[in-house]
């Protein structure tokens, strides 16, 4: 089982950009298709976007399409996310989580339910 954690969160401005990293320990995530989710107080957990375990096949939801970018580097066993041109509505916690490689498509990415493994999350909070 692959153990999840992310960094990166903070408090921004609106406008600004932020780049969120998930690390595995355990084993290497290479081995992982990976997951970004957000949810914010009092709404459902929100699907972001995903990366297959090569990098060869990415996902987006339409909401962030453009704005936020999903990168991996496996020889650091890191999954990334950079949030740009932040508002205030992207206040959240946001999560990575990891599915078995070749488990992910786009018909079942946006589906929680379709990952083992999940980190802590970390905070990010945009002022306006």
């Known amino acids: 089982q692959v153990q999840l954690v992310e960094s990166g969160g903070g408090l921004v401005q609106a406008g600004d950009s932020l780049r969120l990293s998930c690390a595995a320990s355990?084993?290497?995530?290479?081995?992982?298709?990976v997951g970004w989710f957000r949810q914010a107080p009092g709404k459902e957990r929100e699907f972001l976007g995903a990366?297959?375990?090569?990098?060869?096949?990415?996902y987006y939801s339409d909401s962030v399409k453009g704005r936020f970018t999903i990168s991996r580097d496996n020889a650091k066993n890191t999954v990334s996310v950079q949030l740009n041109n932040l508002q205030s509505a992207d206040t959240a916690v946001y999560s990575c989580a990891a599915a078995n490689p070749f488990a992910i498509t786009n018909y079942n990415c946006d589906v929680p339910g379709s990952y083992a493994n999940w980190g802590q999350g970390t905070q990010v909070t945009v002022s306006s």
């Open positions: 990366i297959s375990w090569n990098g060869g096949r990415t």
């Open positions: 355990g084993r290497t995530l290479s081995r992982y298709d």
